[in-house]
């Protein structure tokens, strides 16, 4: 491990220059601030925020489970109460007439200082949704377009492509049939299905898989011929089931990602949807884009990559030859530890595949949040070093496990890990579950029928 | 409309009582069959096959095409029966029709769509790096840096949205002024946006309307060469009715749908959401698939909610040919169903396939599986025997007799039965 030390050679910057929310601030009036933000406060809420507006009595509980606060040696404005205090609060009593500077602090508080990750909300004792709080001043935000510039450009390629890295149709396809044509140097009938009809499974990946990490979908095809799942991937849009517009409270253009994801799924006929190893996208497709839809839950069964791998490992689909020998530790993922209850799934997997599981403290539901979540880490360069200085806390979680290896079941979470490791110098190798199946697994096909 | 007569359905074979062919014996010949597809007159079943390494060729009824490809995916059978499969050799793709090449290639080729009576076929396509449509072997002219949402009309016109401008990276103010517009026949219309989604033809495909992004908050509709004037919090596709002269959207205000018609409010009834028009022209009969509370589906038809609902999902919303059946796939606690004209069907399936309808729509009938094996359903009965695979039954002209296409125990079977039989 390195000398920690190091971690203090910088401070929080609060005078980030993000371009579009200058840009932004600029075409602003006074009127039209007000009128967003009277509009978004009357309009677009309801009981559940006026309750938690008069309920918090700024007990502070919620600052200790904060990792900003953490981070920031228990700098009170960063705590949750203090960032609604500092953003809604004031919003509020000053009735939308707030000042461009105002708002600039706003933006940086609500997009690059909270991770909506509610860890706060386990500790608040009215169960205070602080992170619904802080979706809300981003929505203010948006309609004020004022979202920081990396994230926005994201959303503009979730809108026009229905994927968040302007991966173009014929590139989505094509990396399917390239991955599908190396993965048969280990097994030769070895298949991608795409638009698979009536297939069981429909498994869905976030638009970073087929742009940078393409190697994760071979790992996939590899771990779904071995078991022998009947399954199939979309050529057409909603195959990324990722959605950045509902952190930067783009709540349109998040729903009609999670009815395209639904779309392609029924279109296939297929019985549920698996989704690779992400937490924000399972959020978005299980929680957020389905309920703006209209739909109370999933429509069509919603399996998170934990669950799925846990059912291949359990049924004996997949078998392990060896298991893994490194020492390793779990990062859990909000959106599926809090989110879904997973963290214990999680373990059992951990446990199957690895012989040396170190656990890492807090834990399960009471981890904290990788940084990155949230939306923080896609606000991207401009608010990177502050980003490091408030992830201190995971940093120094993580060097306490002294563990090789770090699971992260995550594609955010994988991102926020490796920059606080190159950051601070943490020694540590980040995986996802499917690295280690397919490290682990016996590369032969499961006869015991579909 | 459907014209079931052009696509042959009465000069099909509908008095054999089965035939077979041994589909299972094509694994032995090949490395490896893909899934099987079957014509809709039921007398193919064909599947992409491989022989060696990027040896790809098409096996029909056990007969294999002289043609080997180093690529090939997309099998499709259209409706007037002819096989279609997207190829590749040299790493120059193109569309591959009953053995016969096109003569047009491209560096990639996807989306491949026919118009319903089979006569037209499109697909989308890349060539350097540039982005456009061929329909029947004729390439568009324009070609452009990006596209999505390509549509083809019936009568073979096509429309894809297209981007028009560059934009660097992160450039979000130039996304924001529009860099967006819809290519018809590979012209681009001259107005822009920020966004355009779902592109519609009229029934005679002379006009077309799409849904729009003004701005980041402002949606609205774009009919035949102009778009309205209001902005709504969102849209979703329009549809044409009363013979083209007229268009209906659903659009979202005050967070609740509504039907606009012609940029006005149509239906009365407000719905927490409201998607998938299905018109009948003839019957001037609109109807969609709406949420009247939350988390609870129907549909409604000419403003009429049905009294039956979904707590889950409902699919593939449509009309019978002559307009006096509408048809829909409900799901509920799991558990697929037909429902039509607000009758549901007690199927309880895992999985449910769209219905096929005589032109009266008396006959309606739906193949589905439960617990891994398929079955067919004729007017809310689950017809005896059930199937390894079942694929799209197809109804006789007059209304008598069902086409059952099926593989079990590896043995493809082609069987006409009689109606009255099932019902």
């Not at chain 1, 980030?16 to 009277?38: H, M, S, Y």
């Not at chain 1, 979309?234 to 349109?252: H, L």
């Not at chain 1, 601070?424 to 499917?434: A, R, T």
């Not at chain 2, 609902?309 to 409900?330: K, P, Y």
């Amino acid at each position: 491990m390195q000398d920690s030390t190091i971690e203090n050679k910088d401070s929080v910057k609060t005078d980030v220059i993000d371009e579009a929310v200058e840009r932004g601030l600029e075409r602003l009036t006074p009127e039209r601030i007000a009128g967003v933000i009277n509009q978004v406060l009357a309009k677009e809420t309801g009981a559940r925020f006026k309750t938690y507006i008069d309920t918090c009595m700024r007990c502070g509980l919620c600052a200790d489970a904060c990792s900003f606060f953490l981070s920031n040696d228990r700098d009170p404005k960063f705590s949750p109460a203090a960032k609604v205090k500092q953003t809604l609060t004031e919003m509020l009593e000053k009735r939308g007439n707030v000042s461009k500077d105002f708002l600039k602090n706003m933006v940086r508080i609500a997009h690059t200082e909270c991770n909506v990750c509610k860890r706060c909300s386990m500790y608040c004792p009215f169960g205070i949704d602080i992170a619904y709080m802080m979706l809300t001043v981003r929505r203010i935000c948006h309609k004020l377009e004022i979202t920081p510039l990396y994230i926005q450009d994201t959303v503009n390629s979730h809108s026009a492509t229905m994927n968040q890295m302007w991966v173009k149709e014929d590139e989505w396809i094509d990396t399917l049939q390239w991955q599908e044509e190396d993965a048969r140097e280990e097994f030769e009938d070895l298949r991608i299905p795409l638009d698979k009809d009536g297939a069981d499974i429909m498994y869905s990946v976030i638009a970073p898989e087929p742009k940078f990490q393409a190697g994760l979908i071979y790992q996939t095809a590899v771990i779904m011929h071995a078991a022998g799942v009947n399954w199939t991937m979309p050529s057409n849009p909603g195959w990324d089931n990722s959605n950045m517009a509902m952190f930067t409270g783009d709540f349109e253009i998040s729903g009609r990602l999670a009815k395209a994801h639904y779309e392609a799924a029924a279109d296939l006929h297929v019985n549920r949807i698996v989704m690779g190893e992400c937490g924000h996208a399972f959020r978005s497709v299980y929680d957020v884009g389905n309920r703006w839809a209209g739909w109370r839950m999933p429509p069509i069964e919603l399996v998170h990559a934990i669950d799925f791998f846990h059912e291949l490992l359990t049924t004996g689909r997949i078998k392990v030859k060896e298991k893994y020998k490194k020492s390793v530790t779990l990062h859990d993922p909000c959106n599926v530890s809090r989110g879904r209850g997973l963290h214990d799934k999680a373990r059992e997997v951990v446990n199957l595949l690895c012989d040396n599981f170190i656990e890492m403290t807090p834990n399960k539901e009471h981890n904290f949040c990788c940084g990155a979540g949230g939306g923080v880490i896609n606000c991207g360069p401009p608010y990177k070093t502050t980003r490091m200085i408030n992830n201190r806390v995971k940093k120094e979680q993580l060097e306490q496990t002294g563990a090789e290896v770090l699971i992260a079941p995550c594609h955010n979470c994988h991102s926020g890990l490796e920059d606080i490791t190159h950051h601070y110098g943490v020694d540590m190798e980040i995986k996802f579950f499917g690295d280690i199946i397919y490290e682990v697994m016996e590369k032969t096909i499961y006869q015991g029928g579909v | 409309m459907n014209d079931k007569n052009a696509n042959g359905r009465n000069a099909w074979d509908w008095q054999t009582e089965k035939k077979q062919i041994p589909v299972k014996e094509w694994e032995s010949q090949f490395n490896w069959v893909e899934e099987p597809h079957v014509s809709p007159d039921g007398e193919q079943v064909a599947s992409i096959v491989n022989s060696d390494e990027a040896e790809f060729s098409i096996c029909v009824n056990g007969d294999v095409w002289e043609d080997t490809f180093e690529k090939a995916w997309s099998l499709k059978f259209s409706p007037d029966g002819r096989l279609a499969v997207l190829a590749a050799n040299d790493e120059e793709w193109t569309v591959c029709i009953d053995g016969t090449e096109w003569e047009s290639r491209f560096d990639y080729i996807w989306g491949m769509t026919f118009s319903s009576d089979g006569s037209y076929l499109g697909a989308a396509i890349q060539q350097d790096g540039e982005y456009g449509v061929v329909v029947n072997d004729e390439p568009w002219e324009s070609l452009y840096e990006n596209m999505n949402h390509f549509t083809l009309s019936e009568q073979g016109g096509s429309a894809a949205v297209v981007q028009v401008s560059s934009m660097s990276q992160g450039d979000i103010d130039g996304f924001a002024g529009g860099l967006f517009s819809l290519a018809v026949n590979g012209e681009p219309m001259p107005q822009t946006f920020m966004n355009i989604w779902d592109p519609a033809f009229d029934s005679q495909g002379k006009h077309l309307a799409f849904t729009i992004r003004k701005n980041r908050s402002d949606y609205s509709i774009f009919q035949v060469d102009t778009a309205w004037d209001q902005t709504f919090q969102s849209a979703w596709k329009p549809a044409f009715i009363e013979n083209d002269t007229s268009l209906v959207a659903p659009v979202r205000t005050g967070g609740k749908w509504y039907l606009y018609k012609n940029a006005r409010p149509f239906w009365s009834n407000v719905y927490e959401q409201l998607w998938q028009i299905a018109v009948h022209q003839e019957k001037k009969s609109i109807a969609a698939i709406v949420s009247d509370s939350y988390g609870k589906w129907t549909v409604s038809q000419d403003d009429r909610p049905w009294t039956n609902h979904a707590d889950q999902m409902i699919t593939d919303l449509s009309f019978s040919e002559q307009g006096d059946t509408l048809c829909a796939l409900f799901k509920t606690n799991g558990a697929w169903t037909v429902v039509a004209n607000d009758k549901p069907w007690d199927l309880g399936a895992d999985k449910l396939w769209k219905p096929a309808m005589d032109a009266t729509g008396e006959i309606v009938a739906a193949r589905f599986e439960k617990q891994g094996r398929y079955h067919l359903a004729v007017n809310g009965r689950v017809a005896p025997g059930d199937y390894d695979m079942l694929f799209d039954p197809e109804i006789s002209p007059d209304g008598t007799k069902i086409l059952i296409k099926s593989i079990t125990g590896g043995i493809y079977s082609r069987q006409v039965l009689s109606v009255d039989g099932l019902i």
